[in-house]
């Protein structure tokens, strides 16, 4: 429900003691037409109180369940929405307009993430260097990538191992002849 405007009990004790509406718009320094459609809603209905309105009232985002949702995020901010709206017995859309229409929040999923260390950042940009440098020279060819088990392909005794995090792989060395 709509708050009343606070010059509306003004109004109307003016309306109640006979001022015209140009002496109430001079004293209580408002607008012409809140003095004139307050003076009528009074004078219509007899009361001060707001006129009836159409549509279906409000059940689900009574004052009541706004403050236990606020009290219930202040004290789990990783609250899923998802498991309140069950918990409230109201939809999830409904949940989600609530929190971000009522409270005034954004809801989001956290999401989880490696934390690198300044070590591995640097191990992994020496990987990074050394794989662009393959591309350069054509060894890159001989690294495969996989997300299958690690295995390793043996050639034969005589050879030099190229490796990487994922998978390590012994390629045949050709011998120069002088």
């Not at 707001?50 to 009574?62: A, I, K």
């Not at 109201?90 to 260390?117: C, N």
């Amino acid at each position: 429900m709509v708050a009343p405007f606070p010059y509306r009990t003004a109004i109307i004790d003016c309306v109640k003691s006979r001022m015209t509406n140009s002496e109430i718009i001079k004293k209580l320094k408002v607008s012409r037409v809140l003095v004139f459609r307050t003076a009528q809603r009074y004078r219509r209905l007899g009361t001060s109180d707001d006129m009836q309105r159409s549509g279906r009232p409000v059940t689900v985002t009574t004052p009541e369940a706004v403050k236990a949702v606020r009290e219930k995020i202040r004290r789990t901010p990783e609250r899923s929405v998802r498991k309140m709206a069950k918990e409230y017995k109201m939809s999830r859309e409904s949940m989600r307009t609530f929190v971000k229409d009522k409270l005034k929040m954004i809801p989001y999923r956290m999401q989880k993430g490696a934390f690198l260390s300044q070590k591995n950042k640097t191990l992994r940009m020496k990987k990074a260097r050394k794989l662009l440098a393959g591309t350069k020279d054509g060894s890159h060819l001989t690294t495969l990538f996989t997300d299958k088990k690690i295995f390793t392909v043996e050639a034969n005794k005589e050879a030099k191992i190229i490796g990487s995090s994922l998978l390590t792989i012994r390629v045949p060395v050709k011998k120069k002849k002088f």
